[in-house]
């Protein structure tokens, strides 16, 4: 795609004058494209296609990779922010190692991929789920078939087993008794009575006595041995390309981040349900983003169990201290969905019919002393009525208008160990905290407390507001900054929706203000701005990279030129999670940097580099970026007159 030396040789001292220590592409797993042989209708970052798209963002200038949740997902719902907390899920599962592994042959792959749907941009996720499925069945039952030709891993698999069994166990016996009850989820278990299953409390310690369940358990294990272990012998080859994953990252410079998501999937909370609030759940309240609030309907862990009698961590910090430690041993920093759910979450009723009327009607969880709707809350909150904003709304950032030291203890004490498996300072992980509009009292004193900032998101700046939380100008080092996200529309589909409904023009001027010297032709400069979508979009990018921000995320499809947006938050649509990175994304990439439809990062640094007040480079930077620039846009323009590649072979 890109690489050559003439572009290092510019993009990198760009980056540097602009103050630029990470420059991550956001992409989630199932967006990663494949070569033609191994694709099974979704993307994976474990399969060669992705290790040569990795290879080349690193050559573009990228030096890190923000992947989304990785945990496995329900055959009707593909949000990686449901899936489970530690197991992988099977659909990322690369099949041509296996070929090489002896597990599969390649009769076995072309059956699989027999019916695979002809569209390559798009996940074909029922599809891949039946594919991947029965890979994992075939290679398993050669694995047991002969053992003895596969001594070295039955030998990982056991020492895997070994070191996992506090996971492995709950969900291999999950995704037994799921097929046992019908398919259904565990609060649907019944006896053939119609009364609730025993099998529902299976890691339930307030049900029942413990040697039942254990005797229980122990029996399972036995009746389903062979579906236990495949379970386990799918779950070792995935964390084995993972590792093979962050050897290739290593290898090209880059960084691998993962994605904490705030939400418990359906069978971890049927493992950990001794762990959790009775009666309610969490979502988002109102914001400018989701004014009616969303009902996410996750678990929420029981503040009564945060700490034992004696004050020492107790049965919740421990759980949570293990998944983090998982988390952190297998890479090199984490993005933190939702902070808010770990200092102040937003809960709500979970007997109210109506989940959005619920979600609207609900408090937070700590700071909630005296409420009528929520009396259940007052034993939980770290704050007195005196502390709050009584003519404020309850989600407001200032319903909480001071804190006290030892109440900013209390919020950080879950959020402390996101920072360190130990709630210290001495060894700090790495952290990316998604703060959006919303940024309540107790949220920001964790924060600041530990040097961690928010993230600006420019594509949703208002123009006019010059208090707007996303503006660049109002950015800190700590922060990261971006053109969107996966919530958010591409920036390519709304620079040509501002330019049609006319606030392309504040826009322009705007970022003119910024970006061009006061000497220059600056009406001129916003008309030619204003009318072009590329243009716009590069000062867009141009603005994130003079900020104070030293981190910037870039959506993949926003760097790509891509027009279809990846989620529709708060929306339930077969569309969602399923846009790919696009199988000849080459060449595509290139022709629409032949009009500037793609993300040309030296088109971007050389307007950042030329803005007023900014540290300059030298000359002969300047000249190589613009040359470059051109030299993209050249290529893309020669591409036009190639005869189209066939995207539905290899």
């Given at each position: 795609?890109?690489?050559?030396?003439?572009?290092?040789?510019?993009?990198?001292?760009?980056?540097?004058?602009?103050?630029?220590?990470?420059?991550?592409?956001?992409?989630?797993?199932?967006?990663?494209?494949?070569?033609?042989?191994?694709?099974?209708?979704?993307?994976?970052?474990?399969?060669?296609?992705?290790?040569?798209?990795?290879?080349?963002?690193?050559?573009?200038?990228?030096?890190?990779?923000?992947?989304?949740p990785?945990?496995?997902?329900?055959?009707?719902?593909?949000?990686?922010?449901?899936?489970?907390?530690?197991?992988?899920?099977?659909?990322?599962?690369?099949?041509?190692?296996?070929?090489?592994?002896?597990?599969?042959?390649?009769?076995?792959?072309?059956?699989?991929?027999?019916?695979?749907?002809?569209?390559?941009?798009?996940?074909?996720?029922?599809?891949?789920?039946?594919?991947?499925?029965?890979?994992?069945?075939?290679?398993?039952?050669?694995?047991?078939?002969?053992?003895?030709?596969?001594?070295?891993?039955?030998?990982q698999?056991?020492?895997?087993?070994?070191?996992?069994?506090?996971?492995?166990?709950?969900?291999?016996?999950?995704?037994?008794?799921f097929?046992?009850?019908?398919?259904?989820?565990?609060?649907?278990w019944?006896?053939?009575?119609?009364?609730?299953?025993?099998d529902?409390?299976?890691?339930?310690?307030?049900?029942?006595?413990?040697?039942?369940?254990?005797?229980?358990k122990?029996?399972?294990?036995?009746?389903?041995?062979?579906?236990?272990?495949?379970?386990?012998?799918?779950?070792?080859?995935?964390?084995?390309q993972?590792?093979?994953?962050?050897?290739?990252?290593?290898?090209?410079?880059?960084?691998?981040?993962?994605?904490?998501?705030?939400?418990?999937?359906?069978?971890?909370?049927?493992?950990?349900?001794?762990?959790?609030?009775?009666?309610?759940?969490?979502?988002?309240?109102?914001?400018?983003?989701n004014?009616?609030?969303?009902?996410?309907?996750?678990?929420?862990?029981?503040?009564?169990?945060?700490?034992?009698?004696?004050?020492?961590?107790?049965?919740?910090?421990?759980?949570?201290?293990?998944?983090?430690?998982?988390?952190?041993?297998?890479?090199?920093?984490?993005?933190?969905?939702?902070?808010?759910?770990?200092?102040?979450?937003?809960?709500?009723?979970?007997?109210?019919?109506?989940?959005?009327?619920?979600?609207?009607q609900?408090?937070?969880?700590?700071?909630?002393?005296?409420?009528?709707?929520?009396?259940?809350?007052?034993?939980?909150?770290?704050?007195?009525?005196?502390?709050?904003?009584?003519?404020?709304?309850?989600?407001?950032?200032?319903?909480?208008?001071?804190?006290?030291?030892?109440?900013?203890?209390?919020?950080?004490?879950?959020?402390?160990?996101?920072?360190?498996?130990?709630?210290?300072?001495?060894?700090?992980?790495?952290?990316?905290?998604?703060?959006?509009?919303?940024?309540?009292?107790?949220?920001?004193?964790?924060?600041?407390?530990?040097?961690?900032?928010?993230?600006?998101?420019?594509?949703?700046?208002?123009?006019?507001?010059?208090?707007?939380v996303?503006?660049?100008?109002?950015?800190?080092?700590?922060d990261?900054?971006?053109?969107g996200?996966?919530?958010?529309?591409?920036?390519?589909?709304?620079?040509?929706?501002?330019?049609?409904?006319?606030?392309?023009?504040?826009?322009?001027?705007?970022?003119?203000?910024?970006?061009?010297?006061?000497?220059?032709?600056?009406?001129?400069?916003?008309t030619?701005?204003?009318?072009?979508?590329?243009?716009?979009?590069?000062?867009?990018?141009?603005?994130?990279?003079?900020?104070?921000?030293?981190?910037?995320?870039?959506?993949?499809?926003?760097?790509?030129?891509?027009?279809?947006?990846?989620?529709?938050?708060?929306?339930?649509?077969?569309?969602?999670?399923?846009?790919?990175?696009?199988?000849?994304?080459?060449?595509?990439?290139?022709?629409?940097?032949?009009?500037?439809?793609?993300?040309?990062?030296?088109y971007?640094?050389?307007?950042?580099?030329?803005?007023?007040?900014?540290?300059?480079?030298?000359?002969?930077?300047?000249?190589?970026?613009?040359?470059?620039?051109?030299?993209?846009?050249?290529?893309?323009?020669?591409?036009?007159?190639?005869?189209?590649?066939?995207?539905?072979?290899?």
């Amino acid at each position: 795609m890109i690489g050559s030396e003439s572009y290092a040789g510019c993009v990198a001292p760009g980056l540097r004058a602009c103050g630029v220590d990470k420059l991550f592409l956001e992409i989630h797993d199932a967006s990663f494209p494949a070569r033609y042989e191994e694709d099974t209708g979704r993307g994976t970052p474990y399969a060669e296609g992705a290790a040569d798209f990795l290879t080349q963002l690193a050559k573009l200038g990228f030096n890190g990779v923000q992947l989304g949740p990785q945990g496995l997902t329900a055959a009707d719902n593909p949000s990686p922010y449901d899936g489970t907390l530690f197991s992988r899920n099977p659909l990322s599962l690369a099949l041509s190692p296996l070929l090489r592994g002896g597990l599969l042959e390649q009769d076995d792959l072309e059956s699989l991929l027999a019916a695979r749907p002809p569209v390559r941009g798009r996940v074909h996720y029922a599809f891949a789920y039946a594919a991947q499925g029965g890979a994992i069945a075939i290679a398993y039952g050669r694995f047991r078939k002969d053992r003895s030709a596969y001594s070295e891993l039955e030998q990982q698999l056991n020492g895997f087993r070994r070191a996992h069994a506090r996971w492995l166990e709950p969900d291999a016996l999950y995704s037994v008794l799921f097929e046992v009850h019908g398919r259904h989820s565990w609060h649907h278990w019944k006896t053939p009575t119609g009364e609730p299953h025993p099998d529902r409390d299976l890691f339930n310690p307030t049900a029942g006595a413990k040697a039942a369940r254990t005797d229980r358990k122990a029996r399972l294990l036995e009746d389903h041995r062979a579906a236990v272990e495949r379970y386990t012998f799918g779950q070792l080859l995935l964390h084995q390309q993972h590792q093979r994953l962050r050897d290739h990252c290593k290898s090209l410079g880059m960084q691998l981040y993962a994605d904490l998501q705030i939400g418990l999937s359906d069978q971890d909370a049927w493992a950990h349900q001794g762990l959790l609030l009775p009666n309610y759940r969490m979502g988002a309240p109102p914001s400018r983003t989701n004014p009616m609030g969303q009902p996410w309907g996750f678990a929420v862990l029981d503040p009564g169990q945060y700490r034992a009698e004696d004050g020492s961590p107790g049965p919740v910090l421990a759980f949570v201290r293990y998944r983090l430690e998982k988390l952190y041993s297998e890479y090199d920093g984490v993005r933190v969905d939702h902070p808010h759910g770990w200092v102040c979450p937003w809960v709500y009723r979970s007997d109210r019919k109506d989940p959005f009327l619920a979600v609207q009607q609900g408090a937070r969880l700590f700071s909630s002393p005296n409420l009528p709707d929520h009396p259940d809350l007052r034993v939980f909150s770290y704050v007195e009525e005196h502390q709050l904003n009584a003519e404020g709304a309850l989600h407001a950032d200032h319903w909480v208008e001071y804190l006290t030291a030892e109440q900013v203890d209390a919020y950080a004490q879950v959020f402390s160990r996101l920072v360190s498996p130990d709630g210290t300072t001495s060894h700090r992980y790495d952290l990316v905290c998604e703060v959006l509009s919303t940024l309540p009292l107790p949220l920001k004193q964790v924060l600041d407390r530990f040097g961690l900032g928010r993230f600006r998101v420019l594509q949703k700046v208002d123009p006019h507001n010059p208090t707007d939380v996303y503006r660049s100008e109002r950015a800190e080092p700590i922060d990261w900054i971006m053109l969107g996200n996966h919530d958010t529309p591409p920036i390519w589909r709304l620079a040509a929706q501002w330019i049609r409904d006319g606030s392309a023009r504040d826009r322009a001027e705007d970022l003119g203000n910024r970006l061009v010297p006061a000497h220059t032709d600056r009406e001129r400069w916003v008309t030619d701005h204003a009318g072009h979508p590329g243009a716009l979009v590069h000062a867009l990018f141009a603005d994130l990279l003079i900020s104070r921000a030293r981190n910037i995320m870039v959506f993949f499809a926003d760097l790509l030129g891509l027009e279809e947006q990846y989620n529709i938050p708060g929306t339930v649509k077969d569309a969602n999670w399923s846009l790919r990175v696009p199988p000849d994304y080459e060449r595509a990439y290139l022709l629409r940097l032949g009009d500037d439809r793609a993300l040309n990062l030296p088109y971007a640094l050389s307007i950042a580099l030329r803005a007023p007040g900014f540290e300059p480079v030298t000359p002969q930077v300047l000249a190589m970026l613009d040359r470059e620039a051109q030299y993209l846009r050249d290529q893309g323009r020669s591409l036009v007159r190639l005869p189209m590649l066939d995207s539905r072979a290899p």
